[in-house]
T-cell receptor, first 112, second 116 residues
Framework: QKEVEQDPGPLSVPEGAIVSLNCTYS??????FMWYRQYSRKGPELLMY????GNKEDGRFTAQVDKSSKYISLFIRDSQPSDSATYLC????????????FGSGTKLNVKP | DTEVTQTPKHLVMGMTNKKSLKCEQH?????MYWYKQKAKKPPELMFV???????INESVPSRFSPECPNSSLLNLHLHALQPEDSALYLC???????????????FGQGTRLTVV
């Protein structure tokens, strides 16, 4: 079983839709959760960072962490064609904090 | 400033060449990383430096040799690579030590390496 599971997609939505991206994980020691956006042939860009549980909002993006279910989500409101990219979740734990575990990435396509 | 700068952006090298990739950050981060990413795959960890000391080596072949000359710089020396080593090489950095910020990692734009 992989440490982090993420649906690879592709996920295709019309412009303006609400997008929900999710990851599940198996290691209850994970405490730090990140969402990255990666455009083709570019490095991952950190979108959202959450420590422990709860919600975090930044503009059109909302990150949620449910540690009891070992489930994290990224919501994108009013999606734009420029949001078309691969979204990677990543996480790590306090006792191995230098080793980040990545999901496989979800490819999102927002159609105009 | 949350920038991690990598040079060069592109590199083509022969299997007998020696080259180096460079990474620089000025965020005061004391953990720096090298990742390798193949097309349509997530990044794979290669090396981690924590406080300028190598703390993780993910069983990477010796043809890849990391170096951390100071807290802002990270190098990856390449020698006798194989065509299958062609990939996007990513540098990242984060705070080290304990605390809520230690998991927040920033990536550079990568060096696209082609081995011919």
């Amino acid at each position: 079983q992989k440490e982090v599971e993420q649906d690879p997609g592709p996920l295709s939505v019309p412009e303006g839709a609400i997008v929900s991206l999710n990851c599940t994980y198996s290691n209850s020691a994970f405490q730090y959760f990140m969402w990255y956006r990666q455009y083709s042939r570019k490095g991952p860009e950190l979108l959202m960072y959450t420590y422990s549980s709860g919600n975090k909002e930044d503009g059109r993006f909302t990150a949620q962490v449910d540690k009891s279910s070992k489930y994290i989500s990224l919501f994108i409101r009013d999606s734009q064609p420029s949001d078309s990219a691969t979204y990677l979740c990543a996480m790590t734990g306090r006792y191995n904090f230098n080793k980040f575990y990545f999901g496989s990435g979800t490819k999102l396509n927002v159609k105009p | 400033d949350t920038e991690v700068t990598q040079t060069p952006k592109h590199l083509v090298m022969g299997m007998t060449n020696k080259k180096s990739l460079k990474c620089e950050q000025h965020m005061g981060h004391r953990a720096m990383y090298w990742y390798k990413q193949k097309a349509k795959k997530p990044p794979e960890l290669m090396f981690v430096y924590s406080y300028e000391k190598l703390s993780i080596n993910e069983s990477v072949p010796s043809r890849f040799s990391p170096e951390c000359p100071n807290s802002s710089l990270l190098n990856l020396h390449l020698h006798a690579l194989q065509p299958e080593d062609s990939a996007l090489y990513l540098c990242a950095s984060s705070q080290a030590g304990r605390g809520p910020a230690e998991g927040e990692a920033f990536f550079g734009q990568g060096t696209r390496l082609t081995v011919v």
